[in-house]
């Protein structure tokens, strides 16, 4: 939007420009009507070029836990990532001029209530553990900061306080209250949510939402649900759930099942863009 209206700012002030010296003088060196015409119809032609620009599809990358194995720091599931790799992730978003979204923004583009560029891309961080805040590490909110970028953190909010995660780039979303584990139920080792009553699950929910103040979005814990599950998220007033699932989301995704990209220890630089592009 701000290159569309510089845009239109200079071809009106073209525009008045050489209207003003036409009438001064027509014929003795200054441009034509006729160039005034060009001029516009070549800025307007770049409007319709930013404008179709718009993006259709939005990948949202998925992290979990962060260390730094040069301080003797050890993370042994896959779903840990070098601090180092973040970095390298996030200045290659920042130098390719991809807008790194907030998960309100994000919820406005699913609903169509506003549009993006095509390089935008949402960050999403889900537990709250290793590396994610003041008590844990401390590798995440610092990046942040230094680049100025934002991202989302799903918490789980029975384990972790929201105080510790204070910062201008984090939006905090829900990981469930107390969910985010696994029980034996029909002779099967299961998510909890999937085993508890409709109201059981709704108060987990609920508890959660009045911590964080925001029913903006959910996140499953092990990208698990079904079709009750979703209703039930949808019914306490999250706007979306997200999922795994290896594929950009669109507006056309069912919005209780958004896919990520879950970023794994030994991502390279290569696959990384590959999910971008």
Known sequence: MKKILIILIITILVIFTFMFFSKKKKEDGYLKIENINKIVLDNLSKIKVIESKKATKIP????????????????????????KKLEEHIKYLKENNYKILTITEYVDWIYKKIELPEKSVLITIDDGAMGTSFINGNKLIPLLEKYKVNATLFLITAWWDTKNYKSDYLQIESHGFNIHKRVK???????????????????DLLKSISILKSSNAFCYPFYVSDLRYQRIVKEVGFKVGFVGGYKKSTREDNKYRLPRYPIQYNITMKEFIEMLN
């Open 60 to 83: 949202v990358l998925n992290y979990h836990f962060f260390y730094n194995p040069d301080l003797s720091e050890k993370c042994r599931e896959t779903i840990c990532l070098d601090a």
């Open 185 to 203: 139920c029909d002779n099967k080792n299961k998510p909890i949510a999937l085993c508890m009553s409709d109201q059981e699950l709704k108060d």
